[in-house]
């Protein structure tokens, strides 16, 4: 079956550290996007990538990084610049102006 | 910020009963669609709306929209149980397929 995998699914990160979260997708999607989500709140852009070797900052990109280096790849890589990265990470991929197909997230905590 | 605004953000009915979220936005849109997220889950996408439709219809949703009044919402008819969760809806303001969400609205179904 086609889908979208995000690995793993609880992380744990201590101060200081990188870490970085999986994305694979299967579905032959040209654009990949990655999304912070608060609780209660909707999702916010990080990264996002239409092509492979290709990607542009979103709204909250500062303390993230991300690389496209395969079509059906794109890490994203949590700093320690970042500084309050606790949230659920949710990595989405698309095919033309139609609806994403989302992964089913990773849950990011500082200890 | 061109994120929409959703209301209400909670909504609580018992099955059976009909459930209308709306949604709004601030500019021109290409097109808007409805996802559903459950507790802790990634999102579905449930239905796509064109800028030059009015009203799209998909089982026991239906989706409407007013590009003069920059709004929409979204109806679930005989709603049930399975049908408490999350529900957002994003914006394709035709920026290489980057989608806006919004705050998103909490449904509770009661048996």
């Known amino acids: 079956d086609g889908g979208i995998t995000q690995s793993p699914k609880y992380l744990f990160r201590k101060e200081g550290q990188n870490v970085t979260l999986s994305c694979e997708q299967n579905?032959?999607?040209?654009?990949m996007y990655w999304y912070r989500q608060d609780p209660g709140q909707g999702l916010r852009l990080i990264y996002y990538?239409?092509?492979?070797?290709?990607?542009q900052k979103g709204d909250i990109a500062e303390g993230y990084s991300v690389s496209r280096e395969k079509k059906e790849s794109f890490p994203l890589t949590v700093t320690s610049a970042q500084k309050n990265p606790t949230a659920f990470y949710l990595c989405?991929?698309?095919?033309?102006?139609?609806?994403?197909?989302f992964g089913s997230g990773t849950r990011l905590t500082v200890v | 910020s061109q994120q929409g605004e959703e209301d209400p953000q909670a909504l609580s009915i018992q099955e059976g009963e009909n459930a209308t979220m709306n949604c709004s936005y601030k500019?021109?849109?290409?097109?808007l669609q409805w996802y559903r997220q459950n507790s802790g889950r990634g999102l579905v996408h449930l239905i796509l709306?064109?800028?030059?439709?009015r009203e799209k219809h998909s089982g026991r949703l239906r989706v409407t929209l007013d590009t003069s009044k920059k709004s929409s919402s979204l109806l679930i008819t005989a709603s049930r149980a399975a049908d408490t969760a999350s529900y957002f809806c994003?914006?394709?303001?035709?920026?290489?397929?980057?989608?806006?969400f919004g705050q998103g609205t909490e449904l509770s179904v009661k048996p």
């Open positions: 579905l032959n999607h040209d654009a």
């Open positions: 500019t021109s849109i290409n097109n």
């Open positions: 990538s239409q092509i492979v070797n290709d990607f």
């Open positions: 994003a914006t394709d303001y035709n920026q290489g397929g980057k989608l806006i």
């Open positions: 709306i064109r800028s030059n439709e």
């Open positions: 989405a991929s698309s095919h033309g102006p139609s609806g994403y197909t």
